[in-house]
């Protein structure tokens, strides 16, 4: 299998730019699901502390046998933590569930521009102090749009190095990806298969039959041939496998648009504009 490309981050930090991502796996299911992954080759794991698995995914981490340097690891802040002591203690308690003493990236997990009289921002200089102190090697955020990013520029010091938003062929984000493009600001997408909505596409099934691929991994190589960082999720050991055998492989320029062409505005989660967490 060709590795993994890695992406570098705005301050010269590198990323896998694929990854497992475990929201929605049981806790009794995470450890098994990550070792499959680790085992499979991903050396990237994508979790938060809402989705209640950390203590797992830091388990099958230790259970590897690999070193700490070799895994690239994310968490998220919590919506209820957005206070600054608050994210202080909840940063100390993400890293004491995965038993690390650093994360390669930590996130706000959402702008909640309803909540907190719409101060994100003091929550962003929280999270500066973690990347000073070198307890968050890279710090970033997830569904910031364009104004919310604005105003982070505007009134703090450090530029956040990834952006992870919801992406797939029926929600292509390409403005908002413009936008983060043109700040170097990496761009991550969450729920790169749309959840699984995507894969019955007849567009995308027709491509996948010409490359003797799954329509998930020409999805997932749509992602990648873009530029984006992935995590795509699954319990099924098959799945986890086929998810990452990708890189045999390429899509033409005129595949890439076919795909790119299917957007629909279609969002799986919630407007970030809207979300109060
Ligand atoms: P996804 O797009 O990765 O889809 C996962 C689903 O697709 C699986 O449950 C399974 O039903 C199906 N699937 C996976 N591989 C398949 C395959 N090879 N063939 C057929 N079906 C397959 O959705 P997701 O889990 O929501 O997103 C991935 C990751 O993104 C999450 O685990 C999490 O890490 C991250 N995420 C972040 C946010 C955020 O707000 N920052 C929100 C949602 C998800």
Redesign the pocket.
Known sequence: MTAIPDVTLNNGQQIPQLGF????IEPQDTVAAVSTALEAGYRHI?TAEMYGNEQEVGEAIRRSGLERGEIYITS?LNNDAHEPDDARRAFDESLKALGLDYLDLFLI??PLPTRYDGDFVSTWRTLEEFYREGRARSIGV??FQPHYLRRLHGESEIIPAVN?I?V?PYLTQDELRGFCAEHQIAVEA???????NV?EDPEIATIARRAAK?P?QVVLRWHIQRGDIV????VTAS?IR??IDIFDFGLSANEVEAITALNRNERT?PNPDKFAG
């Not at 991502?21 to 929605?24: A, E, I, M, N, S």
């Not at 995590?231 to 699954?234: E, H, R, V």
């Open positions: 991502g475990v929201f929605l994508d998220k997990h959402w997830s569904n992870q919801e797939n969450w729920s790169p298969l749309g959840r699984g894969l799954t998930a995590f795509p999720k699954s799945r086929e998810n989660g």
